[in-house]
Structure formats: C-alpha cells, structure tokens
C-alpha cells in the first residue's frame, strides 16, 4: 500500500520525529536548507574529530578515500557540492530529507543511485547515542563509502531488488541483508587487518571499537543465506558482526544469489540467534 506524503507527515508529527515532514515531495525528499547555526557547525565538527581518530585505524580504506575525496570534516557538508563530487566517481547523488521515509520511496531513489539523507543534525546532548538517523550518520556513515564503485553497484542492485523481495513476504529478510552490510559490515581481504565499513559503525564511537577490537566480538564468514535469516537488534551491541572477504563477494552474492528461494524456504521461521550464528 502506497502511503501519502500528507498521510506520512501525519504520522511522523504523532510519533515525535523531529524532521519537519510537512515540506516534502511527493519523493519525500526536501531541500537541505543551508542554514545551521554555529552551534550546529560546531557539533559537526566534535562530532567528526572524534570519530576521525578511529577511522583512521578501524575503517577500510575505500571508506577513508571517499571521506578525503568528499571533503566532509570542516563543516556540516552542502549536499549539492558533494553530490557533484560524488556523480564523478561512482555516478551517485545525495537527496535531502527530514529523516526516515517510507520504504518504498526509499528503493527508489537508491535504485536511482540518490542516497537520502537527513537534513537535521542531532545535539550536543546526543552525541553518544540517537534514536533517530539523522546527518552524522547519514552523511559521515553511509555516504563515504558510495565512493567504493563494487559497493555503489550493490547498493543500486538492493533498491531495484528489495521491493520484488518484500512481495514474496521477505521483508524482514532483506532489511536483515542491508543491517548486516550497509549498516554493520564489516570486511577482511587476504593478508590484512580486520576493518568496518558499516554506517552504524562508523557513525558510532564505542561500537565501532567493539566490532573491530573486542575478543567479545562475534565475527562471522559472511553467507547470503544465514545473514538474511540472522536477527538483529537496535538499541544495543550487535551480537554478531558478519565479515566480508571483499566487496565483489557482497555484490555477487547479492547478483547471483537464490534470493527468492531463500525466501520461500524460510519467511515466516524464526529468525536465527545472532549469537549462535
């Protein structure tokens, strides 16, 4: 079922999120409006600077070269200077957007190599820990990577697949592929050290030293399969972190991967123990 911008903005107001969803097309994205305060600016750049001295040694070097060729750790970015920068390398673009949005608008513009994100930053007082998505991560989690042309591709081949998946009753499936890479990847090429490349790693200051640091950490080989049967949770540590050995092994595993039949024989089964996995 299609939902309406009007109908969504409804919603959001009544639930408390904080972006101003009565702005948006009918694509639900919105302008960025380039008009934070000092502030702001100077969240960002806490925000940054810390973070950066743990990418530097914990996050894969793609995710590295695209923070340096983007240009995002000075000031809250401009969208369109760095959707600009970004077209050049992999042919993606940056969209606005007051926070989350439907599922089906989301596939969409990712299937059109448009990343959405949040127009809003979050405050002092949440540096640690936010509910909702907003910039920070959004911009210094997810965009960077979309520099790696190998996981550019993947991500335009998840939008045009995940609504034919969902159809099929694999929902929960798909949005489990996408947590355990895009969001809480993690990738070991041969002969190198352990690194992240997940957003909600990267955007994370102590999770991110867990995952890659921690003897408590679950790392496990990554398999299509187990990772969309694999459950997960939200508001704490992941309890297993799936470790690519590449990001061709993502994307041909996504491309060439009996998605539909994995559906078929597991929706609607309990999802597996991520700590037991």
């Known amino acids: 079922m299609t939902i309406s911008v009007a109908d969504y903005a409804r919603e959001c107001a009544e639930q408390g999120l904080r972006g101003d969803y009565s702005v948006c097309r009918s694509d639900f994205t919105v302008a960025q409006g380039y008009n934070y305060s000092a502030e702001e600016q100077a969240v960002w750049r806490t925000l940054c600077d810390r973070q950066t001295k743990l990418t530097q040694k914990l996050a894969h070097r793609s995710y590295l070269d695209g923070v340096a060729a983007l240009g995002l750790l000075d000031r809250i970015p401009d969208f369109d200077a760095v959707s600009e920068k970004l077209r050049k390398a992999t042919g993606w673009e940056i969209v606005a957007v007051p926070g989350l949005i439907p599922a ?55 939008g045009e697949k995940a609504e034919d998946m969902i159809a ?97 024989r597991f929706k609607g089964q309990p999802a597996l123990d991520p700590a037991t996995v």
């Open 104 to 158: 089906g608008p989301f596939f969409e513009h990712l299937a059109n190599r448009r990343f959405p994100v949040t127009n809003w930053l979050r405050t002092r007082q949440e540096l640690d820990y936010i509910v909702e998505p907003d910039m920070f991560h959004d911009f210094f989690g997810h965009v960077p990577i979309l520099t790696q042309p190998v996981f550019a591709d993947f991500m335009q081949m998840y």
């Open 168 to 264: 099929l009753g694999g929902d929960e499936m798909i949005t489990r592929l996408y947590w355990y890479s895009a969001e809480y990847g993690l990738i070991q090429e041969p002969g190198q050290p352990l690194k992240a490349f997940g957003a909600g790693l990267m955007s994370s200051f102590t999770e991110l030293q867990f995952a890659v640091e921690s003897k408590d950490a679950h790392h496990v080989p990554f398999d299509l399969e187990t990772v969309m049967r694999t459950g997960y949770e939200i508001d704490k540590f992941q309890r297993a972190y799936f470790v690519l050995p590449s990001f061709d092994a993502l994307r041909d595993a996504f491309a060439g991967g009996e998605l539909a039949g994995i559906i078929t």
